[in-house]
């Protein structure tokens, strides 16, 4: 008679146990635990309790945890947050596949409700394997650019993000001394017996955990081994990753990952873009020298600007990187152009306590064709309304012919092909 998956019998491996499980599941305790910090700090570098445009997560109450204004120092802050944040989570992935393949039994285990505890710790698990798939699956699809699940990724993932992480917490707290336990006895048992143990964590006499299997298969791989095998998953998971979040040579290794590769194209403006003027639907005749004009508003009215008036204004330049949400940046770039100061100065208000702005784009679709700034971004002499990039004008893809930059701001929040700047509180 065939086993089914219930029968303890049926999943034969040697390489399940308790030795094993922990510890894969004390990687995800510490990776999974910084995932979330950076997560959050992601989610607080779009600053949104700042303006509606800014926040893609409405109705969070107070899942938010919006605690301050993001700052503008250091300029590479956002590069390494995000980056770190997604290049960890694309690591992670094969240790997450295994830890679920270690403990598949316990899916299939019967009776699949013992009692009113067991069916709340049920459920507890459900809600972290399917966060957790959830969470790293739409994390992957963003990066790789491919927008398949439905609505928007910001609150898909940011509520996912909440569920995921309030299920791995609570696992976390009931399972973390057990299964720090388990690696203290098993490496003292494997000192005492190692001559008669085949690999740790399966210890002769001992009574079987519900993951040992009672019959295990012949060995094919120790556990050392599988963990070698988990390991280098993820080490050429991160080799193929990490070096978007780098330019000349170290992006060419990043051959899984949409901004890997070569540099596009040559020049000043030879570097990564998320989305080119076409696709973002840009008409070259509104941003023709005689049809376009920035539009400034403020206490003191409203002015409208050619970029040759533009270019007679006092000019100031600024080295800084872009970094996006998806992980990728570039290093530091040379900006030139009008500090957002000197602006708001021109529609009434003090350059050094100058308030918020609301920026929007000639682009007319898409998320982030508005976006707001807080007033300690606009007063950082860095933060430029740029019009040129290693000393040449911006080109139509890098948001000719004004964009702005501001330091360690997200990717979305540096506004290409501005039309309109309003100054005031949002």
């Known amino acids: 008679m065939p086993r089914l998956p219930s029968s303890p019998a049926f999943w034969r491996s040697p390489v399940r146990g308790p030795w094993f499980t922990s510890v894969l599941g004390l990687v995800l305790l510490v990776g999974i635990g910084v995932l979330f910090v950076t997560g959050l700090l992601s989610y607080a570098a779009y600053n949104p309790g700042l303006a509606g445009v800014n926040d893609k997560t409405p109705g969070k109450g107070l899942l938010g945890l919006y605690l301050f ?23 992670l992935v094969p240790v997450l596949l295994a830890k679920l393949w270690s403990v598949v039994p316990k899916l299939f285990a019967l009776p699949p409700v013992r009692s009113l505890a067991h069916a709340l710790e049920r459920l507890s698990l459900l809600l972290l394997v399917g966060g957790g798939l959830f969470e790293f699956t739409t994390g992957i699809l963003n990066i790789q650019l491919d927008y398949v699940f439905p609505g928007s990724f910001y609150p898909l993932h940011f509520y996912g993000a909440w569920v995921f992480f309030a299920a791995f917490l609570a696992h976390a707290a009931l399972k973390t001394p057990a299964a ?10 494997h000192r005492t017996q190692q001559a008669q143990l085949p690999d740790p964590g399966q210890h002769v006499g001992a009574p079987r955990d519900e993951l040992t299997s009672p019959e295990p298969g012949p060995p094919t791989v120790s556990r050392r081994g599988a963990l070698g095998v988990v390991g280098g998953g993820s080490l ?6 990490a070096g978007r979040g780098f330019d000349g040579p170290l992006r060419e290794t990043a051959l899984l990952a949409p901004h890997g590769g070569p540099e596009p194209g040559a020049g000043p403006g030879a570097f990564q873009i998320n989305k080119t003027a076409r696709v973002a639907g840009i008409d070259a005749r509104e941003t023709a020298e005689e049809n376009w004009r920035l539009v400034v508003e403020g206490r003191g009215g409203t002015v409208r600007l050619t970029r040759a ?5 006092p000019l100031h330049g600024a080295e800084l990187p872009i970094a996006c949400v998806e992980g990728w940046s570039t290093s530091d770039q040379p900006w030139r152009g009008v500090r957002l100061r000197d602006l708001a100065a021109l529609v009434g208000h003090d350059p050094d306590h100058a308030p918020d702005v609301l920026v929007e784009s000639l682009q007319r679709h898409g998320s982030f064709r508005r976006a707001a700034l807080r007033a300690n971004q606009v007063c950082d002499p860095r933060s430029l309304l740029a019009l040129f990039v290693g000393g040449a004008p911006l080109t139509p893809d890098h948001g000719y012919p004004a964009r702005v930059i501001v330091p360690a701001a997200p990717g979305v929040l540096n506004t290409k092909w501005v039309a309109r700047m309003t100054f005031g509180d949002l």
Do not use: I
Not at 181 to 187: I, K, P
């Open 69 to 91: 204004a993001w700052p503008t120092r250091p300029v590479w802050l956002y590069r390494l947050t995000q980056g770190a944040h997604v290049t960890l989570g694309v690591t």
């Open 180 to 189: 720090l336990r388990n690696l203290r006895d098993l490496r003292g048992e």
């Open 236 to 241: 050429l998971l991160f080799a193929t990753t």
């Open 309 to 313: 008036e533009l270019l007679r204004l």
